[in-house]
């Protein structure tokens, strides 16, 4: 009886969320879908006028100039991202089980509060007359104000700190999983920190960079608004353009298109996350 309830539930369960992701996850990519193959009206947003214009505009180099800005800022957040979590995320592994609780919550703290409003709240710590620049001045490090606001560096401190937990939650699960005791054996044969760093840790946790990696490269390629408030909307990106296309020039076709394309980045990128897992399960079964 109590199996039977169990069964009857966990169908429930899953035909609920299958049906939500139906509803409101591809059903709403397939329209944008069929909308990047259509054409602009000059009556009506959308005319059902089939062409492959919208994709081919994209190769135009102005747009690839956009696309090439986003990612560019895209990837270095991504590193920067990788080069501050990988080491926390170490540590936080290797932390007693009575800890890890407590610095796994100030990891999510932040998921509790919208993204954007702690960006007006970081605005406040990077100002000229901000939290920062008082405290450097008070101690004497600084003669003068730090000009950060509106320069690549408040946009790539704003992505980084709104990322960095997407970083650390995927290397801390692969960190985890690793056998202190192939590390163990590697130094009783003679590998130093470097060797077991990148011979034995990073080849393990492969999967786990590609994981944080793609989570936070693909929303760094359309977070427009932290670009927009911390750097004063000086280089349009492709979460700008794209929201230009919607909502300022109402193309809503072309605006598809290059949302499309950012979808097509994104397979990619789990395809590539797919099969590094497959590799590694592989060594591991070796």
Same mark, same amino acid.
């Given at each position: 009886?109590?199996?039977?309830s169990?069964?009857?539930?966990?169908?429930?369960?899953?035909?609920?969320?299958?049906v939500?992701?139906?509803?409101f996850?591809?059903?709403?990519?397939?329209?944008v879908f069929?909308?990047?193959?259509?054409?602009?009206?000059?009556?009506?947003?959308?005319?059902f +006028? /089939?062409?492959l214009?919208?994709?081919?505009?994209?190769?135009?180099?102005?747009?690839? =100039?956009?696309f090439?800005d %986003? #990612?560019?800022l895209?990837?270095?957040?991504?590193?920067?991202?990788? @080069?501050?979590a990988y080491?926390?995320?170490?540590?936080?592994?290797?932390?007693? @089980?009575?800890?890890r609780?407590?610095?796994?919550i100030?990891?999510?703290?932040?998921?509790?509060? %919208?993204?954007l409003?702690?960006?007006?709240?970081?605005?406040?710590?990077i =100002?000229?007359?901000?939290?920062?620049n008082?405290?450097?001045?008070?101690?004497?490090?600084? *003669?003068?104000?730090?000009?950060?606001?509106?320069?690549?560096?408040?946009?790539?401190?704003?992505? @980084?700190?709104?990322?960095?937990?997407f970083?650390?939650?995927p290397?801390?699960? *692969?960190? +985890? $999983?690793?056998d202190?005791?192939?590390?163990?054996?590697?130094?009783?044969?003679?590998?130093?920190?470097?060797? =077991?760093? @990148? $011979?034995?840790?990073?080849?393990? !946790?492969?999967?786990?960079?590609?994981? /944080?990696?793609?989570?936070v #490269?693909?929303?760094?390629?359309?977070?427009?608004?932290?670009?927009?408030?911390l750097?004063?909307? =000086?280089?349009?990106?492709?979460?700008? #353009?794209?929201?230009?296309?919607?909502?300022? #020039?109402?193309?809503?076709?072309? /605006?598809?298109?290059? %949302?499309?394309?950012? !979808?097509?980045?994104?397979?990619?990128?789990?395809?590539?996350?797919?099969? *590094?897992q $497959?590799?590694? +399960? %592989? $060594?591991?079964?070796?």
């Amino acid at each position: 009886m109590l199996n039977n309830s169990l069964s009857r539930f966990a169908i429930v369960s899953i035909g609920i969320i299958f049906v939500w992701i139906v509803l409101f996850a591809f059903l709403p990519q397939l329209l944008v879908f069929i909308a990047s193959f259509l054409t602009k009206g000059s009556q009506q947003m959308i005319e059902f +006028e /089939g062409n492959l214009e919208n994709y081919t505009r994209l190769a135009d180099p102005i747009y690839l =100039k956009i696309f090439w800005d %986003s #990612f560019v800022l895209a990837l270095i957040t991504a590193l920067l991202c990788l @080069v501050i979590a990988y080491p926390f995320a170490a540590i936080l592994a290797r932390t007693s @089980v009575q800890w890890r609780p407590i610095l796994l919550i100030l990891i999510i703290i932040p998921f509790w509060t %919208s993204s954007l409003v702690r960006t007006y709240a970081l605005i406040a710590i990077i =100002k000229t007359k901000g939290l920062l620049n008082a405290l450097l001045l008070w101690l004497g490090i600084i *003669s003068a104000p730090l000009e950060l606001m509106y320069t690549e560096t408040a946009v790539f401190i704003g992505m @980084v700190y709104t990322l960095l937990p997407f970083m650390i939650l995927p290397l801390f699960a *692969s960190i +985890e $999983k690793i056998d202190p005791r192939l590390l163990e054996a590697a130094g009783d044969l003679g590998a130093g920190f470097w060797n =077991k760093l @990148v $011979k034995i840790t990073i080849p393990l !946790t492969m999967p786990g960079i590609i994981a /944080g990696f793609m989570l936070v #490269f693909l929303p760094a390629l359309g977070m427009f608004y932290i670009p927009d408030l911390l750097g004063g909307a =000086k280089n349009l990106i492709i979460g700008s #353009f794209i929201r230009n296309q919607f909502l300022t #020039f109402r193309d809503w076709p072309f /605006g598809s298109a290059a %949302s499309m394309l950012l !979808t097509f980045l994104m397979l990619a990128l789990v395809a590539v996350y797919y099969r *590094s897992q $497959k590799v590694v +399960e %592989s $060594k591991d079964s070796a």
